[in-house]
């Protein structure tokens, strides 16, 4: 089995646009675009990106801002996006390294709306799946129901999740079904009530009193009694509240008790994929301090997970000529070798992706 590595983000951008250097977001400040560590997979899921109300098909047509800035900054390493998937605010984009994009097939995406009763999509999940050298992998980010004392209605989200999510494959039609799964997103659970008031938080906080804290947290409260995302795994967090925060500031906003409302969870089947037991690691789970332009602080973990070898000199290619350059006035012509062992069909198609190399 090979091994490859993935990155995981997840921000509550709080409607703001972006604003501040996401290098350090992507874990970029220290390495060039030509660097061995860089992650195979890159996967994004932002909550309240801003959206146009009435610019209905602006939104469909066109790329939001988060997704925009994302793809600038992981152009110049090599990244190409290979999907996003958007419900109003609710944004995920899975990016993968363009040498190796024929690793990655049937690809698919579901949207959950949960707000007001399924209804509306200002709270929900949004999904994408796909294959990776024949495992399954698949990503949700989620922002599920606000506010203290409205732990029912996160759990009711989560199983309304679990029962809508349908995929084309029917091996893996539903979420549990995957090889791998990985949830996260601002789920919004906070400290149990009548348990630790906002004062007593922030000291325990300041006193690096964390696991006190997050005794009382709702979250784990749900997994461990079963009554939502029971076969999800978490590394506990060993970082503060991610919420709330006065914006432009490290200090919390006394108006909400602070709250770990931004996780990541995973989860590896129990099944063997050609006789050999899948696997996954984490390798880190942090809250990024430094971003100040939302109430929430950015989440983001690494991991990596067993895969079947790849051969890439085995995979049937179409090669592609250097084009020297575009010219506006005339036509775009492009010169495609396909190998012999090349499957063609009527359905034949090629994609353009906009990417900058390094």
């Given at each position: 089995m090979d091994r490859i590595s993935l990155y995981i983000l997840t921000w509550n951008v709080a409607v703001s646009p972006p604003k501040e250097d996401l290098r350090e977001a992507l874990d970029l400040c220290e390495v060039d675009c030509n660097s061995t560590s860089l992650p195979d997979i890159y996967v994004t899921g932002f909550q309240e990106v801003v959206n146009k109300p009435d610019g209905i098909i602006y939104n469909a047509l066109f790329e939001d801002e988060w997704t925009n800035a994302v793809r600038d900054v992981l152009g110049d390493y090599g990244y190409v996006k290979i999907k996003t998937n958007r419900l109003v605010g609710i944004v995920l984009s899975v990016y993968v390294r363009r040498e190796a994009l024929l690793r990655y097939e049937d690809i698919d995406a579901y949207v959950t709306r949960t707000g007001f009763g399924g209804l509306w999509g200002n709270k929900g999940s949004v999904s994408v799946r796909l294959s990776i050298s024949g495992v399954s992998a698949v990503f949700i980010t989620s922002h599920l129901a606000a506010l203290d004392g409205f732990y029912e209605d996160r759990i009711n989200d989560y199983h309304l999740t679990v029962n809508s999510q349908k995929f084309k494959y029917s091996k893996t039609s539903?979420?549990?079904q995957h090889d791998y799964t990985f949830w996260f997103g601002d789920f919004n659970f906070r400290l149990e009530p009548g348990t630790l008031d906002t004062q007593k938080i922030i000291?325990?906080?300041?006193?690096?009193?964390l696991s006190t804290a997050f005794e009382h947290d709702e979250l784990s409260k749900a997994m461990k009694t079963g009554q939502a995302f029971a076969l999800m795994t978490e590394m506990e967090p060993h970082f503060p509240p991610t919420y709330k925060y006065r914006v432009g500031s490290n200090e919390y906003d006394l108006k909400r008790r602070p709250a770990w409302t931004d996780r990541i969870l995973f989860r590896v089947a129990p099944w063997e994929v050609e006789g050999q037991k899948l696997s996954l690691k984490q390798h880190s789970y942090r809250a990024l301090k430094n971003y100040t332009q939302s109430d929430h602080k950015p989440v983001v973990a690494?991991?990596?997970?067993?895969?079947?070898?790849?051969?890439?000199k085995s995979k049937a290619t179409a090669m592609f000529k250097i084009i020297d350059g575009w010219q506006l006035?005339?036509?775009?012509?492009?010169?495609?070798?396909?190998?012999?062992?090349?499957?063609?069909?009527?359905?034949?198609?090629?994609?353009l992706y906009r990417v900058r190399y390094c």
């Amino acid at each position: 089995m090979d091994r490859i590595s993935l990155y995981i983000l997840t921000w509550n951008v709080a409607v703001s646009p972006p604003k501040e250097d996401l290098r350090e977001a992507l874990d970029l400040c220290e390495v060039d675009c030509n660097s061995t560590s860089l992650p195979d997979i890159y996967v994004t899921g932002f909550q309240e990106v801003v959206n146009k109300p009435d610019g209905i098909i602006y939104n469909a047509l066109f790329e939001d801002e988060w997704t925009n800035a994302v793809r600038d900054v992981l152009g110049d390493y090599g990244y190409v996006k290979i999907k996003t998937n958007r419900l109003v605010g609710i944004v995920l984009s899975v990016y993968v390294r363009r040498e190796a994009l024929l690793r990655y097939e049937d690809i698919d995406a579901y949207v959950t709306r949960t707000g007001f009763g399924g209804l509306w999509g200002n709270k929900g999940s949004v999904s994408v799946r796909l294959s990776i050298s024949g495992v399954s992998a698949v990503f949700i980010t989620s922002h599920l129901a606000a506010l203290d004392g409205f732990y029912e209605d996160r759990i009711n989200d989560y199983h309304l999740t679990v029962n809508s999510q349908k995929f084309k494959y029917s091996k893996t039609s539903t979420i549990f079904q995957h090889d791998y799964t990985f949830w996260f997103g601002d789920f919004n659970f906070r400290l149990e009530p009548g348990t630790l008031d906002t004062q007593k938080i922030i000291d325990l906080v300041k006193h690096k009193e964390l696991s006190t804290a997050f005794e009382h947290d709702e979250l784990s409260k749900a997994m461990k009694t079963g009554q939502a995302f029971a076969l999800m795994t978490e590394m506990e967090p060993h970082f503060p509240p991610t919420y709330k925060y006065r914006v432009g500031s490290n200090e919390y906003d006394l108006k909400r008790r602070p709250a770990w409302t931004d996780r990541i969870l995973f989860r590896v089947a129990p099944w063997e994929v050609e006789g050999q037991k899948l696997s996954l690691k984490q390798h880190s789970y942090r809250a990024l301090k430094n971003y100040t332009q939302s109430d929430h602080k950015p989440v983001v973990a690494s991991f990596s997970v067993a895969v079947p070898h790849y051969d890439e000199k085995s995979k049937a290619t179409a090669m592609f000529k250097i084009i020297d350059g575009w010219q506006l006035d005339r036509p775009g012509e492009a010169v495609v070798t396909i190998s012999k062992d090349f499957p063609k069909s009527a359905w034949d198609w090629i994609g353009l992706y906009r990417v900058r190399y390094c």
